[in-house]
């Protein structure tokens, strides 16, 4: 089976962010494998153990990202391809990195793509459905259920609370939601391994696109943290009163009501 993982290099988020000019400053910033990408990169190599083929991991970013991408390797994959973009695209979005990797993809004879449901970075959710979309082949989004039987799969996708089960054919792409699987962690064999597992590196050139091909459809005006939370109330008193009191703050100073 031939698979590919869509993979992305994003800040961690439970460490400290900071701004600086409207951006995410990058500087101190610890930078990891998305982590809806890592249930993409287990469930790609289960599949792979089930049914033999090779997993490629393949990312659209700058060389930083060769860390993630040895990240993947050290779990299991077994190529990693880097889209390096930083000296052709000054700042791209969703449309630019599903037109790259659509390229990149059209003649891998994919049967599986397992990208992440969303990038904590982002959210938009985007990039796997437009992939898909450019390749002509089904997706099904926030799946947390697998299975694979010749040409056909059946999967159960999480849908805000309940679920539902679809049948479709491959080659297929799906989205990865939490529940999915538990993510291994790299092995010390796996890392050494990885050092040794082919990385190729390719620029836009490489699939004969212009940097007008994959010019960013959107563009993001201003990043901004949310305001402090205001430290809670306690209200004492009688019941009735604690209820008259919460009204009225409710409408004086939370003015919800």
């Known amino acids: 089976m031939n698979i590919y993982v869509l993979l992305k290099r994003t800040f961690d988020t439970e460490e400290k962010i900071t701004l600086s ?3 995410i400053n990058e500087d101190g910033a610890e930078f990891i494998i998305n982590p809806y990408d890592e249930y993409a990169v287990e469930e790609a190599i289960q599949k792979r153990d089930a049914f033999g083929g090779e997993v ?4 659209v970013g700058n060389e930083e990202a060769e860390k993630q991408l040895r990240t993947a390797l050290a779990m299991g994959a077994d190529k990693a391809v880097l889209i390096n973009i ?13 037109k790259i990797l659509g390229e990149y993809l059209k003649d891998k004879n994919a049967d599986l793509i397992i990208a992440g449901n969303v990038a904590i970075d982002g959210g938009s959710g985007q990039v796997g459905p437009r992939v898909a979309e450019l390749l002509n082949i089904p997706y099904i989004t926030t799946i947390t259920k697998l299975d694979i039987d ?3 799969a059946t999967v159960l996708r999480d849908v805000e609370g309940d679920s539902e089960v679809i049948e479709t054919s491959l080659p297929l792409l799906v989205t990865a939601q939490q529940g999915l699987n538990e993510p291994r962690y790299p092995s010390l064999p796996g890392i050494m391994k990885a050092k040794k597992k082919p990385l190729d590196e390719l620029e836009l050139d490489d699939l004969d696109l212009e940097e007008d091909d994959v010019v960013a459809k959107t563009k993001t005006i201003e990043v901004y943290l949310p305001p402090q939370k205001a430290a809670g109330r306690i209200l004492d008193g009688e019941i009735k009163d604690q209820v008259q009191e919460l009204v009225k703050l409710l409408h004086t100073e939370a003015k919800v009501i």
């Not at 490629?56 to 990312?59: A, E, Q």
């Open 86 to 98: 930083e000296d052709d695209v000054e700042a791209g979005d969703q449309f630019t990195t599903a």
């Open 150 to 152: 010749g040409t056909t």
């Open 56 to 59: 490629t991991v393949v990312t």
């Open 21 to 23: 000019g409207g951006r």
